[in-house]
């Protein structure tokens, strides 16, 4: 004979824990933000790996709003920024993999301190 057996799926929710859920809108806004950065970032990496006309209005606007989350990586590898040739900028690359750390370990925080 073969037992039947059931469990009960309970759905956690923010919601469901007092405090938990202001913790969870701070982790939401907390990587809303990190993902704006990071998708400026990447705009800034195509544009460079293409070549792209800093004199376009678009462009220079995105080169200049990512430069100071750029700025502090500028000189790690010994190469100097170029605009119109195409590049990889690798200041760039390590920019996104340290904002994306930095991303997380504030959330992080911010979900130990509220525990």
Same mark, same amino acid.
């Given at each position: 004979m073969s037992e039947i057996v059931t469990e009960r799926v309970v759905e956690t929710t923010p919601e469901s824990e007092p405090g938990s859920y202001s913790s969870w809108k701070v982790n939401q806004i907390i990587y809303y933000i990190g993902g704006v950065i990071e !998708? @400026?970032? $990447? %705009?800034?990496? %195509?544009?460079q790996?293409? /070549? $792209? +006309?800093? /004199? #376009?209005?678009f462009v220079d606007l995105m080169y200049r709003v990512s430069h100071p989350l750029v700025a502090p990586f500028f /000189? @790690?590898? +010994? !190469?100097?920024?170029t605009f119109g040739t195409g590049r990889l900028e690798t200041e760039t690359l390590v920019a996104m993999v340290v904002w $994306?750390? %930095? #991303? #997380?370990g504030v959330a992080q925080l911010v979900r130990l301190v509220t525990r």
């Open positions: !998708s @400026i970032l $990447a %705009i800034r990496l %195509i544009l790996f293409l /070549g $792209a +006309n800093q /004199g #376009t209005p /000189g @790690i590898f +010994n !190469s100097t920024p $994306a750390l %930095i #991303t #997380t």
